[in-house]
């Protein structure tokens, strides 16, 4: 449950979780990109979640609270484990193989108007107007992306022939209908139970890929295989864990815009370490994507309350 407490801000505890949230999901851009040269992008998924299902097994351990999931609870967290965890970190890990991590994370960066869109027809919550227009203004900064995409940067690096972008899309697409199914849950589940789940359901839909992981391991070096575990450990147990203690101790959409702070901390990252930097067009493509996201997160003024007029003449008269 959220906890609103606008007026006294947020204190210290949640400062430090958003900062280690922010840090760990951009972190995860870059470790996939490295490690994405030796282990494919199922078995990379896979290896993910298997040190992510069980060191978020010991946070649920721990807090020993367990709640029994209806069949319809069953089936939603069913849903939210396969696409979000499952579908999100393959077609992820396989579009970085063609696009630098800063173009990834910018495109990625639409789910939440995708989650707004979703709610707004399937929720019936509705799509106001400047939901609407941040979507339009998404979609031209997505096109944008991929037409930049397609152009080397002034290192020569080719980025692809625009199907990277296409997993993106697909990566931002099963996140935000995850979003979708994983909303209704937390109602009467704990965020912790319901994130395991999700995780272990997540890593049952990988274990095709297996083999793979196993044949790759063995022939990749020990920074990639840290990098496996780095991604399990950080940015999958300890960011979920850090993002929920911050959603139950403030409003959900002050909290949401933080991630806005990933793509630049990535692209920044990116620099230091690959020495890599998105097309100029994909990075003016990004900064349009955000501010449709900025956009479609306003909200109507209210107009002000009526002041009824008092006739001089019918008082006096009174």
Known sequence: MSIDNTSAGPGRGVIVAIVVTVLAWASAFIVIRGTGEFISGGALALGRLVVGA????????LRGRWVRPSAREWLQ???FGVLWFGA????????????????TSMLVNIGPILVALGAGVFLREGIPKWLAIG??????GVI???????????GGVRFGDGTGVLWCLAAALAYAIGVLLQKPTLRRIPNAQVTWLGCVIGMVACLPFTGDLLREVQDAPTSAILGVLYLGAVPTAV???????ALSRMPAGQLGITTYL????????GLIVFGEVPPPLAIVGGTVCLVGVALSRRRPRKAPAA???????KTMAE
Not at 88 to 103: K, Q
Not at 262 to 269: C, E, G, N, Q, S
């Open 54 to 61: 069980v060191l978020l097994g010991v946070v649920v351990l």
């Open 77 to 79: 967290i069913t849903g």
């Open 88 to 103: 999100y970190n393959v077609a992820l890990n396989i579009a970085e193989h063609t696009l630098d991590a800063g173009t």
């Open 135 to 140: 979507a339009g203004v998404a979609l031209v």
């Open 144 to 154: 944008l992306i991929g037409i930049g995409s397609a152009a080397s940067n002034d």
């Open 239 to 245: 960011a979920f864990s850090t993002w929920g203690y």
């Open 262 to 269: 990933v793509p630049p901390l990535v692209i920044t990252f």
């Open 307 to 313: 002041v009824p007029v008092t006739d001089p003449d």
